[in-house]
């Protein structure tokens, strides 16, 4: 767990997409929970501005991200989101300090 991956992605949707970006993460979540070195992964709704959600990511290493970037989840997913989404995902990369 010392060399996992830790990322917060940040999605915003349109003006009027929330609900639909909404239906489409939840279930794919739960598929990527599933993804071989996935150690967790949650999704979050900012409570000040619906719309806003971030996911709070753990990979077991590189390669299991890669894994997952490529999984037939995130493949049919990504179009989608691209359509209904205000900007690119933006990924952000941490490292546990303690």
Same mark, same amino acid.
């Given at each position: 767990m010392a060399n996992?991956?830790?990322i917060v992605?940040?999605?915003? @949707?349109?003006?009027?997409s929330e609900d639909k970006v909404r239906a489409l993460l939840a279930?794919?979540?739960?598929a990527?929970?599933?993804?071989p070195g996935?150690?967790?992964y949650i999704l979050l709704e900012d409570r000040e501005r619906p719309g806003r959600f971030m996911t709070y990511e753990t990979w077991a290493n590189e390669?299991?991200? +890669?894994r997952h970037m490529k999984s037939p989840t995130m493949m049919a997913l990504a179009p989608r989101l691209k359509e209904l989404l205000e900007s @690119?995902?933006?990924q952000d990369f941490f490292t +546990? +300090?303690?």
């Open positions: 996992s991956l830790r992605a940040t999605l915003v @949707a349109r003006s009027g279930p794919a979540v739960h990527f929970r599933l993804d996935c150690e967790g390669a299991a991200l +890669v @690119a995902i933006r +546990v +300090v303690v």
